[in-house]
């Protein structure tokens, strides 16, 4: 039996019809290309899978290695579940509340029943111990299900599209059952940070769950949570759009538009949150201040037909229509139509063949996941030509930052941008292509799937097993520790071995700390290191720790030697240092730590309203900007552009000195990802209160070193 089962909505499956023509009779059912298909083709090719959807029937499908399963679902309930829930509640509240979601009590009970379906038939096929990967909003409720069936089972969870911030979230009136939901999962994947911070903050919120890095612990699991922007099959698009017929073909769609100067596209599904009556607007306006020139401009707008029984998409069909043509009765000429609309599905390499013809690809969603057209426009420009704009509120920005970004609110900001990329000199719309190319060709739909689906099976997935909470009941084992091959004791500064302190300069180490540190050090076959969030130089001059005790300062990014920046990361950190600064000004008490990767903002001294509120501010501001890792601690937000944490430093450290054992004593927020990367006989110890997926725990520093003291005491005993 195979032991990965894909969970979806829809079977991956698409109709074949008689002579390929859409409004003659279906035949038969194919393998649909592109989408989770495609990113998990390279998984098919070396193991066995089920695929599980809703359907009536199992259809004959030629699927080699992979196998359909039905769900059969009553067609009320399917239309509550789908139509209903899924898609007027969850839909429009996960982007953002573009139009107002509906809740309707019937629909989440049917919404519930749907997903208890799909456990129950995931349930019953699986093998002992598969891995179960669950796919988007329609079927949150399925892990804690699939959990409390088959405790046995490795589950994972994706979310193709956005997470809402925590406050919107809180509107949904199921959304301690949604979030409980997910939280049956062995690790939650979202397409950026963004998104996975603000089902944190959520799960905070609704459910008073304390959340660190990249996990979160929950019945005594450990639950991980991380972003895994996906990608596409980039290899084969940029195949497709080398071969002689999809480029011939580009030359006639252009001829057949006029032969326009230039050539603008959109293609969206017909969905409210894509923006296409903003980017019609936007379009309009540079040709009615003739900015371009309306007789040599064209802009095509593909609209794929999407959930058309559903009043909100009427609207939207029924409004753009209305656009296009009083735009085009008022800018064409005789021979000239500016926009030419296409309401249809385009098979792929029609689709190619226009992304080829297009010198301005438009993508200005209101606020989507991801969205792969950008990244499928970009895998096609094999001659590194062409331009794209790109909404800042997609996924795709975060990676493809060498796109013009655009505000999708700002008409006008649309308008200049559109200006902008028409007119940019060749050279520098190379440059920028070449760099978006780079992106998506190293981050592709396959690189998603084994990523995630490593991380789901191995470390992230071992990590987060059950184990028994019983740190608070339990001896630490010391003895355990002291007899072992080769030990690594690492520890964290502030909070651990040195009391935390108004003015974080004058922090210094607990003595006796120190003096056990010294004599662990002094121990054969035993390393010792303090892991720090400070800068590497700030800590060697506040701890002043005796040689051959080894420093990691900036969460792991500077090891025993200072960070040096690049130039692009020296620029992103300057411009989160002036942005901060300004939020900062206004706020008494606090102050920013200057890092040689990152930025601290300390409330330590504001009163407790402002920081937080300061907090949020940057949160939402320099915490947004691509290429900016956001670190939660002690009344301090961290802003880095060197994307190291601690855990790496401690895995670093551990093969360095060939440590078959590591203890790991920390206080803080960022000290949970090393918690999180324990296994065998690791030891982790959380200093003080709070949720931690540490097993074990003391009080304060002074216990920190009584307790180092020990563990020397009885490690010199076994060395003898």
């Known amino acids: 039996m195979p032991e990965l089962i894909v969970v979806a909505n829809r079977l991956p499956v698409e109709p074949v019809y008689v002579d390929g023509d859409p409004d003659q009779e279906i035949t038969g059912w194919r393998l649909a290309p592109g989408g989770l298909v495609s990113a998990l083709e390279s998984v098919f090719r070396t193991e066995e899978a089920i695929w599980v959807g809703a359907g009536s029937e199992l259809l004959d499908v030629d699927h080699g290695n992979l196998h359909l399963e039905t769900v059969s679902v009553d067609a009320r309930d399917m239309h509550d579940y789908y139509e209903g829930f899924s898609n007027s509640a969850i839909w429009p509240l996960y982007h953002d509340a573009v139009v107002t979601p509906v809740y309707h009590r019937h629909q989440f009970r049917a919404y519930e029943r749907v997903n208890k379906a799909f456990a129950s038939r995931v349930a019953e096929i699986a093998q002992p ?20 069936m088959r405790p046995d089972l490795s589950i994972g969870f994706f979310l193709h599209i956005p997470f809402p911030p925590s406050a919107l979230f809180a509107q949904l009136p199921w ?54 922007p996906i990608g596409i099959d980039a290899e084969g698009f940029s195949a ?30 017909l969905d409210y949150t894509k923006g296409i009556d903003i980017r019609l607007k936007a379009f309009a306006e540079v040709l009615q201040d003739e900015r371009l020139d309306a007789a040599t401009t064209v802009f095509v707008q593909v609209a794929v037909p999407s959930r058309e029984n559903i009043s909100q998409y009427q609207q939207i069909r029924d409004d753009i229509e209305m656009l296009v043509g009083r735009f085009n009765g008022s800018l064409a000429t005789f021979g000239a139509t500016p926009i030419h609309y296409l309401r249809r599905v385009l098979e792929r390499e029609e689709l190619i063949a226009l992304y080829l013809a297009t010198d301005i690809m438009l993508v200005t969603p209101l606020r989507d996941g991801m969205n792969l057209v950008a990244k499928e426009y970009v895998a096609c420009r ?22 013009w970004l655009v505000n999708p609110y700002d008409t006008s900001g649309v308008s200049e941008a559109i200006v902008a990329a028409a007119q940019a000199p060749d050279d520098e719309r190379q440059r920028r292509m070449t760099a978006m190319r780079s992106t998506v060709f190293a981050t592709t739909a396959q690189t998603w799937a084994r990523e995630f689906l490593t991380a789901l099976r191995t470390g992230i997935a071992s990590a987060h097993a059950s184990v028994e909470d019983d740190r608070d009941q339990a001896s630490i084992p010391l003895e355990q520790l002291a007899s072992s091959q080769h030990l690594l004791v690492c520890v964290d500064y502030d909070g651990t071995i040195s009391n935390i302190v108004t003015d974080p300069d004058a922090a210094r180490p607990v003595p006796e700390a120190v003096e056990a540190l010294e004599m662990l050090r002094d121990v054969p076959n035993t390393s010792v290191a303090v ?25 792991g990014a500077e090891v025993d030697v200072p960070l040096e920046l690049d130039p692009s990361q020296r620029r992103l950190l300057d411009q989160c240092t002036a942005a901060a600064s300004e939020l900062v000004a206004q706020v008494p008490g606090a102050f920013i730590e200057a890092k040689p990767g990152s930025i601290a903002i300390h409330v330590r001294q504001c009163e407790p309203k402002a920081g937080a509120n300061l907090i949020r501010h940057i949160v939402m501001g320099p915490g947004r ?22 855990a790496d430093a401690v895995r670093a450290l551990r093969q360095r000195f060939d440590a078959s054992t590591v203890l790991f004593v920390g206080d803080d927020l960022t000290d949970e990802s090393v918690f999180a990367d324990l296994s065998g006989q690791d030891v982790g110890i959380k200093v003080g209160s709070g949720e931690s997926a540490a097993l074990w725990r003391v009080e304060s520093p002074q216990d920190v070193a009584l307790l180092l003291q020990r563990l020397a005491q009885e490690r010199s005993t076994f060395a003898v």
């Open 240 to 269: 497709t759009a080398a071969t002689p017929h999809v480029l011939e073909r580009a030359r006639q769609l252009r001829a057949e538009m006029g032969s326009p100067t230039t050539v603008l596209l959109g293609v969206d599904r």
């Open 531 to 555: 892991v720090s969030g400070r800068a590497l130089d700030n800590l060697r001059t506040v701890s002043a720790m005796p040689d051959g005790i080894h420093l990691v300062g900036s969460h």
């Open 382 to 403: 094999n001659d590194d030509t062409g331009a794209l704009v790109l909404s800042e509120f997609t996924g795709a920005a975060q990676e493809l930052a060498q796109a």
């Open 625 to 646: 900007y691509p290429g900016v890792l956001g670190r939660h601690g002690k009344e301090v937000i961290e802003l880095s552009v060197a994307h190291a944490q601690k």
């Open 175 to 228: 959304r301690r059952q949604i979030l409980e939901g997910l939280l049956g999962a062995d690790l939650i994947g979202f397409h950026t940070h963004d998104d996975a911070r603000q089902f944190v903050y959520s799960c905070e919120r609704s459910l008073g769950l304390a959340a660190y890095e990249g996990t979160m612990r929950v019945n005594n699991r450990r639950v991980g949570v991380g972003a895994f």
């Open 129 to 148: 111990k598969a891995t179960v990967w669950v796919h988007d909003y329609q079927l949150q409720l399925v892990p804690s299900m699939l959990r409390e």
